[in-house]
């Protein structure tokens, strides 16, 4: 998103949020109340005010992304496969209580953020733009071990 212009990034797509960084803040902002869920604290606030509002430049973009990014690997860190088997208890929308285990609930994450990716790499197709190749190898050859 910083190699396009901001306005080609916020302009109105009518996708399943307004814009591409919309879309984007969307999947940060679903991997963060996930992690934060199943940590046992507050998720109030994760989704509240306006992406303009709160994300008004690339910078505040990649800042949010950094710390939703941190905060999911500290978690990761900790997590001992048989804390990934077990089940978590958590209210669902109308207020019904469900389980999940730790494991089906990160793959969850995982998949709302594949489903966004793809959204996105959509939209620069239509506006002409090269979709950067991205893929979890990628990534993990180009992180810090």
């Known amino acids: ?32 109340f996930w992690i934060v869920r199943l940590q046992g604290k507050s998720t109030e606030g994760i989704y509240g005010g306006e992406f303009s509002a709160n994300f008004p430049n690339i910078d505040s973009v990649k800042k949010y992304s950094d710390e939703v990014e941190a ?45 966004h990716r793809g959204e996105i790499m959509c939209i620069y197709w239509q506006h002409e733009i090269e979709a950067p190749y991205v893929s979890y190898t990628q990534y993990k050859l180009q992180s810090p071990p």
């Open 71 to 115: 905060e999911t690997n500290a978690y990761l860190a900790k997590l001992s496969d048989e804390k990934l088997q077990s089940l978590f208890e958590y209210k669902v929308r109308d207020g019904s209580k469900k389980q999940s285990a730790i494991e089906d609930i990160l793959m969850h994450i995982i998949e709302e953020e594949i489903h």
């Open 1 to 32: 998103m910083a190699e396009i212009p901001w306005k080609t990034v916020t302009e109105n797509v009518g996708a399943s949020f307004d814009s591409i960084r919309d879309i984007f803040v969307h999947s940060l902002q679903a991997e963060r």
